[in-house]
């Protein structure tokens, strides 16, 4: 398992509410998908329209790809649970521990701010 903090390369934002349209882009042959198919996919999906299986399959190897380049990545032994924001709450921690098990035995990825 993998797990990436900080900035993202890039960022889309999705704000369709309604029914997507069921056009379809072709379907990809491989997980190797050029810097313009990703652009026109983004661009297809901010225009909600469907795009294929395989080209989110494609999406999916292109962003791990990305992510797995980043200075910021850390690899997680599987299985792990993955904890939200405790909010800097200690009693909180513990019962974690006693509900989710304890470390080592256990892989935990805290995601928060750890500072409250």
Do not use: W
Request: charged share 25%.
């Amino acid at each position: 398992a993998t797990l990436f903090s900080g900035a993202y390369r890039r960022r889309a934002t999705f704000s369709c509410v309604r029914p997507c349209a069921s056009r379809h882009l072709g379907a990809m042959a491989d997980a190797h998908v050029s810097s313009r198919d990703v652009d026109e996919h983004i661009s297809s999906l901010k225009q909600c329209k469907i795009i294929s299986e395989d080209a989110v399959k494609a999406l999916c190897e292109k962003a791990k790809e990305i992510l797995m380049e980043e200075s910021n990545v850390h690899h997680v032994p599987i299985p792990a649970v993955v904890v939200g924001d405790i909010h800097g709450q200690f009693y909180d921690l513990l019962e974690l521990f006693d509900v989710g098990g304890q470390v080592p035995s256990v892989n935990y990825v805290f995601m928060g701010d750890f500072v409250d």
